[in-house]
Nanobody
Framework: QVQLVESGGGLVQAGESLRLSCAAS????????MGWYRQGSGKQRELVAQ???????NYVDSVKGRFTISRGNAKNTAVLRMNSLKPEDTAVYYC?????????????????WGQGTQVTVSS
């Protein structure tokens, strides 16, 4: 079983910064990519940022230049640094990971989600 645990959400004012962390634990053979999705009230969940095992990153256009995703210092962790936050960034942020897990027959890749952390940006 694999678990993703997020931390770092909260309430900030527009223009301020937040740092989200995600740690994956459990029976992990490898992780191909980790990312952050968000879902605002009444909106569809969208990919915010992603980093692959090789270090390639991609971002939704609305956060480019403001958000940075990186691998954490600890193994199987990812960090999302969010600067110049705007009210439209308000959402529940979910960590996501593509994880290869060992099975009795070899390995299998599965997608896992964290429980979500609320980010609220006031104007």
């Amino acid at each position: 079983q694999v678990q993703l645990v997020e931390s770092g959400g909260g309430l900030v004012q527009a223009g301020e910064s937040l740092r989200l962390s995600c740690a994956a634990s459990g029976s992990i053979f490898s992780i191909s990519a980790m990312g952050w999705y968000r879902q605002g009230s009444g909106k569809q969940r969208e990919l915010v940022a992603q980093i692959t095992n090789g270090g390639t990153t991609n971002y939704v256009d609305s956060v480019k230049g403001r958000f940075t995703i990186s691998r954490g210092n600890a193994k199987n962790t990812a960090v999302l640094r969010m600067n110049s936050l705007k009210p439209e960034d308000t959402a529940v942020y979910y960590c996501n990971a593509g994880v290869t897990v060992p099975t009795p027959w070899g390995t299998s890749e599965k997608t896992y989600w964290g429980q979500g952390t609320q980010v609220t940006v006031s104007s």
